[in-house]
């Protein structure tokens, strides 16, 4: 198992030299995705170009701070997340393990960060027990969360008038999280759910479940499945008709490659929830062009911000700590205010929650669109303080 982790442990590295009479920090950061698989787009390899520019843009050559960067493929499963990440910190002595899309390859990396005092910087797992009743110190949850996108594209099809839900879930803690999250804010709403099915980790036929969600009468068909899963089952609802017999599906992980894989015939009209979009600001433009300049093209989607800008944050940490001693940069982390150009402003919670600004978007029609990438438009700015779940209600035990 430690040889098959090992053969995609060191993809990059990328060195900072300290100036002349500087004491030199070295720093390792391990990016652990999912870099073959069906997350590879959302996250996988363009996580390390992201993970690179925060650290070129961080300039560490004058600060007396050099970062190494590897990267591994954890093919989504939690044992060989979990042999990499103990590797790393064992025998090449990485710091921080960032990125980590899979929520049960990141809840086994809490445990073992937390077991080996070292930070797990998370931009790509979504389940929200990551700051709640499975919260660690060591744990930061940067990009989005279940509780998010149940607020934001749940909260938002029950104003619409869809209170009545069916759910296709991935079998994993990602799904039942999500399932969970959105169930009670359509509950909470006076809505109802009909029932729900699960489906294993890269499924290409999902005729059965849109067979029983169709049958179900239910008004939304909640997604609860990401990246080639989200794909496939969308393409199969339109050669079902779901949305033509009167259903609206609500794409509960749905990321801007997803939309480009699918196409704005197929995607057009879908709400989401996200933390970032590549077109939404001056400053969101220009860093998403320089990474699209170094990913062939393709921008970014908000994994790849969360890692950029949660490796910032850490960058910046360590050096206003003046050491990368991990619990007292983890509390600078707490301290200091995030604000970056990918999130703007924000702040991390004791529960390891990043708390920044969500986006309710709606994908455009074709004639709407005026580029490959032109792909949403903004409904709604979900504010900080409305966009995460609060803090008494997560049952974090960090929480007095």
């Known amino acids: 198992m430690v040889g098959r982790a090992c053969i995609c442990g060191l993809l990059a590295g990328l060195v900072l030299w300290a100036g002349p009479g500087q004491a030199e ?49 954890h093919q989504n499963k939690a044992d060989i997340g979990s042999v990499i990440a103990r590797s790393w910190i064992d025998q090449d002595g990485v710091d921080v ?21 070292r930070i797990q910087l998370n931009a790509g797992a979504a389940t929200a027990d990551l700051t709640g009743s499975r919260c660690s110190a060591n744990t930061i949850h940067w990009t989005y969360d279940t509780w998010a996108n149940a607020n934001g594209t749940g909260s938002a099809f029950v104003r619409q008038g869809g209170t009545s839900w069916f759910f296709i879930a991935v079998d994993q803690a990602s799904g039942h999280a999500m399932e969970r999250d959105t169930a009670a804010v359509v509950k909470a709403a006076g809505g109802t759910v009909l029932g729900s099915v699960k ?3 890269g499924t290409s036929d999902f005729s059965s479940y849109l067979l029983r969600a169709q049958s179900s009468g239910a008004r939304v068909l909640g997604l609860a499945s990401g990246g080639e899963d989200m794909i496939n089952a969308i393409k199969q609802a339109s050669e079902f008709g779901i949305v033509q017999g009167g259903q609206s599906i609500a794409g509960l992980f749905t990321f801007i490659t997803d939309i ?55 960058l910046k940490a360590v050096e206003a700590a003046g050491t990368k001693d991990t619990a007292t940069v983890l509390a600078r982390m707490r301290e200091m205010p995030i604000d970056d150009p990918l999130f703007g402003k924000g702040e991390v919670r004791i529960d390891g929650r990043a708390v920044h600004d969500m986006f309710l978007f709606r994908v455009k029609t074709p004639a709407q669109s005026r580029g ?6 903004t409904l709604a700015t979900i504010p900080a303080s409305q966009a995460f779940r609060p803090l008494s209600q997560g049952g974090c035990p960090l929480v007095k």
């Open 199 to 201: 489906h294993p980790l």
């Open 372 to 377: 490959e990438w032109d792909l949403y438009e």
């Open 97 to 117: 393990i960032a990125d980590v899309t899979g929520s049960p390859v990141a809840l086994a990396v809490s445990q073992i960060v937390k077991d080996k005092n």
């Open 25 to 73: 920090t070295n720093i390792k950061i391990g990016v652990l995705s999912d870099m073959s698989g069906p997350y590879s787009d959302l996250a996988g390899p363009g996580s390390v170009v992201a993970a690179r520019l925060a650290v070129e843009d961080f300039k560490g050559a004058s600060r007396g701070i050099t970062v190494d960067i590897l990267s591994g493929n």
């Open 260 to 314: 480009h894989a699918l196409g704005l015939k197929l995607a057009q009209g879908l709400v989401l929830t996200e933390a970032f979009y590549w077109d939404r600001d001056d400053a969101s433009r220009a860093w998403s062009r320089r990474f699209a300049a170094a990913f062939g093209g393709k921008m970014p989607t908000q994994v790849h911000a969360g890692v950029y800008s949660s490796t910032m944050h850490y």
